[in-house]
């Protein structure tokens, strides 16, 4: 079992800057799982070129392009099964994963989410407009949040956090440039901790 390698997909919908930390992570050392399929629901997603650049084997899949929910999650099942796939790390994916697959990979899906959950989560919260929401309440911290995918946005086991301040003279740009920097050195980092096995989580 020690030297069967871990096998990791990533699902993004936008530019994959996370996907290329977790990258950097593996040939840093840091992360002893492999990332061997990148998959979107977005076609043009700049993602998918960061995988190719890296011969990381790539999919889009989109749910319409089915007769049905089911059938969707059988094949993505499907799919992720024959590539021998351990982990599912989520990068900006705006979608939920079909329950099919949430199931199948319980406590083995994470998440990173650009605010400190449970505030600021949730459908809808995603890029600028969590940073937004954050500047709005006014909060004087933010940061990034590595989480458990269950089969709601946002609602998972939370398994690290790091803490940014916000600035009074902020944007959501701003905050969001920090954050991002944050999420880039937890998320590898995290990953590899669920890996190893040194978070306690629940069975089921």
Same mark, same amino acid.
């Given at each position: 079992?020690?030297?069967?390698?871990?096998?990791?997909?990533?699902?993004?919908?936008?530019?994959?800057?996370?996907?290329?930390?977790?990258?950097?992570?593996?040939?840093?050392?840091?992360?002893?799982?492999?990332?061997?399929?990148?998959?979107?629901?977005?076609?043009?997603? =700049? *993602?998918? #070129?960061?995988?190719?650049?890296?011969?990381?084997?790539? +999919? !889009?899949?989109?749910?319409?392009?089915? $007769? /049905?929910?089911?059938?969707?999650?059988?094949?993505?099942?499907?799919?992720?099964?024959?590539?021998?796939?351990?982990?599912?790390?989520?990068?900006?994916?705006?979608?939920?994963?079909?329950?099919?697959?949430?199931?199948?990979?319980?406590?083995?899906?994470?998440?990173?989410?650009?605010?400190?959950?449970?505030? =600021? *989560?949730? #459908?809808?919260?995603?890029?600028?407009?969590?940073?937004? +929401? !954050?500047?709005?309440?006014?909060?004087? $911290? /933010?940061?990034?949040?590595?989480?458990?995918?269950?089969?709601?946005?946002?609602?998972?086991?939370?398994?690290?956090?790091?803490?940014?301040?916000?600035?009074?003279?902020?944007?959501?740009?701003?905050?969001?440039?920090?954050?991002?920097?944050?999420?880039?050195?937890?998320?590898?980092?995290?990953?590899?901790?669920?890996?190893?096995?040194?978070?306690?989580?629940?069975?089921?």
């Amino acid at each position: 079992m020690e030297n069967k390698p871990v096998h990791i997909a990533v699902f993004l919908s936008g530019g994959g800057s996370n996907l290329q930390a977790l990258i950097d992570g593996y040939k840093a050392g840091i992360l002893s799982g492999k990332i061997t399929f990148v998959v979107s629901n977005k076609r043009k997603a =700049f *993602g998918l #070129k960061r995988a190719e650049k890296e011969q990381i084997e790539t +999919a !889009v899949f989109k749910v319409k392009d089915y $007769e /049905s929910d089911t059938a969707a999650g059988v094949d993505l099942l499907e799919k992720l099964e024959e590539r021998n796939i351990d982990y599912i790390a989520l990068a900006g994916y705006l979608q939920l994963l079909p329950e099919l697959v949430v199931k199948a990979y319980r406590n083995r899906i994470v998440n990173i989410h650009p605010a400190l959950l449970p505030k =600021f *989560g949730g #459908k809808g919260m995603y890029g600028l407009h969590v940073h937004k +929401a !954050v500047l709005e309440a006014g909060e004087t $911290e /933010s940061g990034a949040t590595v989480h458990l995918v269950d089969e709601f946005y946002d609602n998972g086991k939370i398994l690290e956090q790091m803490n940014v301040n916000v600035m009074k003279d902020d944007t959501a740009e701003t905050l969001a440039a920090r954050v991002l920097e944050k999420e880039h050195k937890l998320y590898p980092r995290a990953l590899e901790k669920l890996i190893k096995g040194k978070y306690e989580l629940k069975n089921g």
